[in-house]
């Protein structure tokens, strides 16, 4: 096809699929929800362009699709029929950002992508130790242990399945977590994982800074400012906006989950503290990097400039309740 | 009045009895300010539904924050 055509046809298929509406219709059509599209606004299910033809001097329409689901959707043997067959589709998969937070790590350190081989990724939240000394990785439950259907010694990926791991990518395998209880009440959301031997560990260190994590902050400390390290938001900082929060109903696969005792963050700049990901991240004091809480829950709404709200274990029952205490 | 962290305390079980049946609070915390302490009441959604302003003279805020979930990303690996 000539340029000119193939940019006729882009502009009248992006008006039928790649406006506001029709991303919606397709996405309806494709099984997502809508509200699922709306939050991953750099990863459309479709994209047009133009592709260099097969004798080096005509041109075809370029189309990219993330799953070929999506084919039926979009009418393509109607585009295909239009363009006489002059267009160059392309089954791409999801296309993810990528970042250091989600790449994978060899030492290991706090706040990369990690989880049980079933689960997309959380973040590797601390290093602890326990009576008999050998280091373990702390997160969540919900990220290390599938929410109580993982079995010990099961593998544990970095990064996790969602940034690309496999099997190959095993740091180590699940040791014990603290049950999900989907009736009654919970204060933990927690699990450990063992490290395999040659796996190296870069304990305490923080990406970005000199500084390096220092252990637990003493019981009942009155905390404001937060920071924390996260596969998905990376280094944030948050204020603390309630604590001692109970009556906390929080969505998971096996249910709706309540939880007391909790503490409430806000954004304390212009992006979220966390976002899906972020799960496991150890949060600390700001400037003294002392171990408050483990953060495991969010919202979309509410906060600093409606940026959502953090929910988190605070740590001296987590660690009580896995017997162990944080590496400074 | 400027509450303590223990009269914080005895207005959140007060508040949370009071609010036990209801669906649309998802949250019952106490907050810190200059001012001392005061509770704080989550919402899911925003019902109209009335909750006091104060509880025996702690401060009550209620904020809608909507839905609650665990912070993982969607979707979910199918196979092993």
Redesign the interface.
Known sequence: MRLDSVRELKSEWSQLFLTPAARRRVAHAMAFEAG?MQELPSAPTLALGVAPGSNGSDFRLAVRLQRRSAAAAIHLEELHERSRGEIDVRFVGRIRKRTWFTDRHRPIQMGISVGH??????TLGAFVTGPRGRPRILS?N??LADENRGAKGDAILQPG??DGGL?RDRIGGLDRSVKLKPAGTNAI?AALATIDDGVETRIGVLRGTRAKAAGAAPEDT?I?LVEKWGR?TGHTRGR??????????????IGNLRFDG?I?IEAAGATPF??????GSLIMTAGEHLGVAL?????????RRNLG???ANPIAPVLKALGVALVA | MKATLTQARAAKEKLLRKVATRTDVNGVGITRGQGGYGLKVNLSEDGGKRLPSDVDGVPVRVEVVGAITKRSPAPRRRSA
């Open positions: 699922r081989f079933r689960i997309t990724a959380g969540n919900h990220v399945a969602i099997k959301d009155a404001e998905t603390v906006t309630a604590f001692e929060l109970d009556n906390v109903v929080v969505g998971y696969e909790q409430e966390s976002e899906g990901g972020d799960s953060l495991f829950a969010g919202s979309q709404t509410g906060g709200l953090t929910y």
